[in-house]
T-cell receptor, first 113, second 117 residues
Framework: AQTVTQSQPEMSVQEAETVTLSCTYD???????LFWYKQPPSRQMILVIR??????QNATENRFSVNFQKAAKSFSLKISDSQLGDTAMYFC??????????FGKGTRLHILP | GAVVSQHPSWVICKSGTSVKIECRSL??????MFWYRQFPKQSLMLMAT?????????EQGVEKDKFLINHASLTLSTLTVTSAHPEDSSFYIC?????????????FGDGTRLSIL
C-alpha cells in the first residue's frame, strides 16, 4: 500500500523568507502523480503544484517549486519569498494511475509578519 | 476553471436525524466523485469513491449503511448521514474529476461543517 509521510507537523518562517516542506512516499508503482495542496483557514483545498513521476524536470508554479527525487521517493515543496497569504495547512499527496489520492498528515505553515 | 459546489456549507441538527449533503460539478461532467471526512487539525480521510451509475466503493472502516452515497448523474453526488450522532460531527469535503488519470485533476468543494447536537 502507498503511504505519504510529512515529518514536519508545524513550521514558522518570517515573511519574504524561503521555506521548504518535506514529503516522502512509499510505492512500488512506476507511474504515478504527486501533488501539494494548500488548505487555508477557509478550509478550501487548493492545488498548488503537480508532478508526473515520469517527468524528470521539477515542476514550478511562480513562487512554488518542488524537488522531486524519484529514487529517494522524496517530494519537497519550496516556497520562495513567502507571503502572509501562504499561511495554511499544506498536504502532500500521491496518486497512482486510475486510483484515488492519498494525503499525508499535513504541515501547518505560519508566515510571520 | 472547474467548479464543484457543495451544499450546505454548515448544518446543525439534532441527534438521530438524517442529513444530506450535495456535491455538484457545475461546468464539467464528473465521472468520479470522492467523499472525505476531516477532523480538526487532521488530514483528509477518504470515505468512499463513487462512479456515476455505480455503487460507491467504501474505504475500510466506513459504515456504508451509515453514510449513504448516491451518484445518480454526472453532475451530482449526495452523501446522507443517517441517524446522525455527535460523533459524526466533522467537516465533510467532496471532490470530483473527469476520467481517472492524474492529468485530470480533482476539484474540491468548499466543504460542509456538520454539527450534531
Amino acid at each position: 500500500a502507498q503511504t505519504v509521510t510529512q515529518s514536519q507537523p508545524e513550521m514558522s518562517v518570517q515573511e519574504a523568507e524561503t521555506v521548504t516542506l518535506s514529503c516522502t512516499y512509499d510505492t512500488s508503482e512506476s507511474n504515478y502523480y504527486l501533488f501539494w495542496y494548500k488548505q487555508p483557514p477557509s478550509r478550501q483545498m487548493i492545488l498548488v503544484i503537480r508532478q508526473e513521476a515520469y517527468k524528470q524536470q521539477n515542476a514550478t508554479e511562480n513562487r512554488f517549486s518542488v524537488n522531486f527525487q524519484k529514487a529517494a521517493k522524496s517530494f519537497s515543496l519550496k516556497i520562495s519569498d513567502s507571503q502572509l497569504g501562504d499561511t495554511a495547512m499544506y498536504f502532500c499527496a500521491f496518486m497512482k494511475e486510475h486510483d484515488k489520492i492519498i494525503f499525508g498528515k499535513g504541515t501547518r505553515l505560519h508566515i510571520l509578519p | 476553471g472547474a467548479v464543484v459546489s457543495q451544499h450546505p456549507s454548515w448544518v446543525i441538527c439534532k441527534s438521530g436525524t438524517s442529513v444530506k449533503i450535495e456535491c455538484r460539478s457545475l461546468d464539467f461532467q464528473a465521472t468520479t466523485m470522492f467523499w472525505y471526512r476531516q477532523f480538526p487539525k487532521q488530514s483528509l480521510m477518504l470515505m468512499a469513491t463513487s462512479n456515476e451509475g455505480s455503487k460507491a466503493t467504501y474505504e475500510q472502516g466506513v459504515e456504508k449503511d451509515k453514510f449513504l452515497i448516491n451518484h445518480a448523474s454526472l453532475t451530482l453526488s449526495t452523501l446522507t448521514v443517517t441517524s446522525a450522532h455527535p460523533e459524526d460531527s466533522s467537516f465533510y469535503i467532496c471532490s470530483a474529476r473527469t476520467g481517472s488519470t492524474g492529468n485530470q485533476p480533482q476539484h474540491f468543494g468548499d466543504g460542509t461543517r456538520l454539527s450534531i447536537l
